[in-house]
Structures are given as structure tokens and as C-alpha cells.
């Protein structure tokens, strides 16, 4: 079945670099385009970043453009998150999902990783 496997979460100082990963397996991860979301305690899961199936396409958020940097490697079925210049703010649970199409909406994903939490304190 498939599945997706969230890591690389943790506590790390404002300013501070973090590197999350989602392995995928149950599913031919080169036609799926991996997208990455976040959820704040009492908010609704926001979209953070997305990249086509080929990696020829990226899109961020407003808010981490610059700062965030969405990679995939086909060989090894993981997609990563690259989280740089962090702020206090990005402090959240951080999703992977996979889906068909590139898009913002979390609708669009057929798949979801379990969550991964990043803490970024001041």
C-alpha cells in the first residue's frame, strides 16, 4: 500500500536550518508531483511548496519564498523540504503529500505523510 514517511523534524533556534524528508514507497513515485504543507496549532493546513513529477517545476508560498527549497529524487523515492532562515513562524507540522496535479490545493493530493513537527523557537 502506499505510503509516505515524514522526517527530519525538530527544535532549532530562529535563523536556523532544517532539512525534512518524505519517502515514499507503493507507488511509482516519478509520475507523482510531491507537494509540502504545514498546519500551526488552531490554523488550517496551509500550502508551503510543490514540484512536478519531473522536478522542472516548482512553486512556494508568499511566505517562505527564498527561504524554502523543494527537491525530489526520483532514484530514491524521497522528496525533501530544505527549510533555511527559519523564523519563529514557520514553527508547524509539516506535511508531504503526492498527488496527480501540481497545485496549491490540498484537495488535489490523493496522499499524505504522517506529519513531521518543526519547532523554531526565538
Known amino acids: 500500500q502506499v505510503q509516505l514517511v515524514g522526517s527530519g523534524g525538530g527544535l532549532v533556534q530562529a535563523g536556523g536550518s532544517l532539512r525534512l524528508s518524505c519517502a515514499a514507497s507503493?507507488?511509482?513515485?516519478?509520475?507523482?508531483?510531491m507537494g509540502w504543507f504545514r498546519q500551526a496549532p488552531g490554523k488550517d493546513r496551509e500550502f508551503v511548496a510543490v514540484?512536478?513529477?519531473?522536478?522542472?517545476?516548482?512553486y512556494y508560498a508568499d511566505s517562505v519564498k527564498g527561504r524554502f527549497t523543494i527537491s525530489r529524487d526520483n532514484d530514491k523515492n524521497t522528496a525533501y523540504l530544505q527549510l533555511s532562515s527559519l523564523k519563529p513562524e514557520d514553527t508547524a507540522v509539516y506535511y508531504c503529500?503526492?498527488?496527480?496535479?501540481?497545485?496549491?490545493?490540498?484537495?488535489?493530493?490523493?496522499?499524505w505523510g504522517q506529519g513531521t513537527h518543526v519547532t523554531v523557537s526565538s
Open positions: 503529500a503526492a498527488g496527480r496535479t501540481s497545485s496549491s490545493d490540498p484537495e488535489s493530493y490523493n496522499y
Open positions: 507503493g507507488l511509482t513515485f516519478r509520475i507523482y508531483v
Open positions: 514540484l512536478s513529477r519531473s522536478g522542472s517545476y516548482t
